[in-house]
């Protein structure tokens, strides 16, 4: 360490100090290269505390990009690969899973490239090859028999064009478009 | 035991001859004790006994069927075979845990073919067989399978090293065989092919687990197994079945007591919906739950009639959201062990606090640990909201991205009873997030009040005077991890000086150097293994060690680019059969 000895250095607060500014321009690096380089500045001295020694020269020798520390957080590796792997699927673009009554396998389609509820119908229906019908606040979807459902952060199952576009957005995890018969109870004033 | 309690203490000396033989004078004859500890299945009361004198050393050794060993290479095949004539079921671990987060090399070691080479010579009436951390040939499989015509049971977690031959071979040959059970095994090399090996008349399976199988198996085999085996009491299958398959299954077993489903999310018809449904409503004997990967809130009420005897409900693999939870616990009143993923986040878990007034162990699982993101996840409100409803609480496994001390002080004054308190502030070193200061204070409360307690981790910004409250106050200590933590040798001293019942130490990035390790010369022959990794050590201090102490194995193992002086992964542990000739060369044995 600089010689200072003093009960703040040794909390090593510049590392844990909240600040405005972009990810990865931070010193989170130092934790990587913590174990390599600074430690070993002076291995028999007693007064090495160690991380907070010589973290100037972490700046120069970390990486640019945040860097993850191995085997930290202490979570198992196969935990680890199931769940990122399913939350990378809603993360990059807003993927969700679009399923339809009778069909055998789920699609998926990325809710962030459309700007309106009229784009996303339009593609649903084009990806599953039937018509929806038209939205109205008191009878829902009129004039066909597919209504287009979604369950939201809250696990219920909402029609489609109910809520604002954004609030849509934020808050659906899943599509459904379900067969007219199974759809009578959402948005007809219920 | 013995009639007359005064004489129990004192043997009279005619007993301890230099032969060892029992005395016909003797107080218990060879078979009274042999009978009598026959009895006694723990093995630490059996490692007690052994020690009282030669008589009772030899009834034990004698009688003692079930072997546990905690670490594979504290003491060699040979010595365990000369000693134990007479054992049927086998309990090894092998690797240190921190093989677990991809700490160790791949070829590290814990390989157990030389064990079974010699249980194939000295136990071929060998039943049972539960390995831990450690890795398991095909060939080894086959020389199972091949060696012991009554095995029955077979355990693997978190092994590695075996591919479908291996498991195959046991399927086909083990006609007796009652328990497969490969849990967390890595299965990146694994098939699903021996499933489909069981011979035709096969039927006598009880608990059968490849909940971790990458690969899918064959249906139809399973149906059929599952069918033929009527004593079939624990099934967990992996994620490749689905709710409709899962459906059929159901229906052919329901004495089932554990289940773990495979996904959860499918197109079903009505019918189907109401098929598995009532499938779930006729399984009464549910008393364990797991699976259920990308359940939904439309699915789970399917489980809703199975749900009342649950003791131990598993959503580790369900990503949930906190309203999916807190139907799902309505309910399952029952519960005694829950753990989630922490998109349930603080509101979920105050459905838990509302909910499951028995819980007695709480794990929460982070589902993306990389994520520096302040706002997701579980904080320190979930957690006192759960203390606050669950007051038995005694496990729990914390995985959060703020803390703050006074919560965990009403937290254990909630809850004085906890036995195992991991918490893990994921971001390393961060403080208390209220008022910056470090988490000292929490750790102190944990240690003074949680007078039961036998294992901690401890993460956050830490000082020295949180070891020094540990080394003071948590005298029933055995395991300890430790992350990012301590300002100096001291740290370590204390906790070295101050648990006496302390057997398991793992440290890894704190300021600790030789001193520190050097201070616990006498203590390491005591415990079962210490582990230092990106601390301050030194091949020197490791060499004195090692010196020092003969009957410890000091291993080193060395990053790429560390300087000669630099010991960056050490392993101590106590052995009585000397260096391990297994060690690949990058493991440095001093």
Redesign the interface.
Known sequence: MEGVVS?AS????E??ELRLGL?GTDE?EE?VS???NN??AS??S?N????EGGKSIDHENAPAA?A?????????????N???A??TETESGMYV?V??????Y?RKIDLSVYNGYAELLKALESMFKLTIGDYSEREGYKGSEYAPAY?D?????MLLGDVPWDMFMSSC??LRIMKGS?AGGLGSGV | MDPDPKKSKFLPSNLLNSNGSSHPQSLFPDEVLEKVLSLIDSHKDRNSVSLVCKDWYNAERWTRSNLFIGNCYSVSPEIVARRFPKIKSVRLKGKPRFSDFDMLPRDWGANVHSWLVMFAKAYPFLEELRLKRMTVSDQSMELLAKSFPHFRALSLSSCDGFTDDGLKAITTHCGNLTELDIRDSVTVDVGGGWLSCFPEDFSSLEILNFSSLNSEVSFEALEKLVSRCRSLRVLKVNESITLDQLQRLLVHAPLLTELGTGSFLQELTPRQYEDIESAFGNSKNLQVLSGLWDATSFYLPVLYGACSGLTFLNLSDAVLQSGELAKLLAHCPNLRRLWVIDTVEDKGLEAVGSSCPLLEELRVFPVDPYDLDHRHGVSEMGFLAVSRGCRKLRYVLYFCRRMTNAAVVTIVQNCPDFTHFRLCIMNPRQPDYLTNETMDEAFGAVAKTCTKLRRLSVSGLLTDTTFEYIGKYAKNLETLSVAFAGSSDRGMQCVLEGCPKLRKLEIRDCPFGNAALLSGLKKYEMMRSLWMSSCNLTMKGCRLLAREMPRLNVEVIKDKGSDEIQADKVYVYRSVAGPRQDAPPVVLTL
Do not use: C
């Open positions: 009960h040794d909390l090593n607060l590392a844990t990810p989170r934790f913590v174990a390599k430690k070993r291995p028999e007693a090495d505390s160690g991380p945040k993850q520390i191995v085997g930290w957080p202490p979570v198992r590796s196969y935990r680890k199931n769940l990122e399913k939350k899973k399923s339809m009554d009778g069909a055998p789920l369950e952060k809250d696990g219920d199952l995890k899943r199974d």
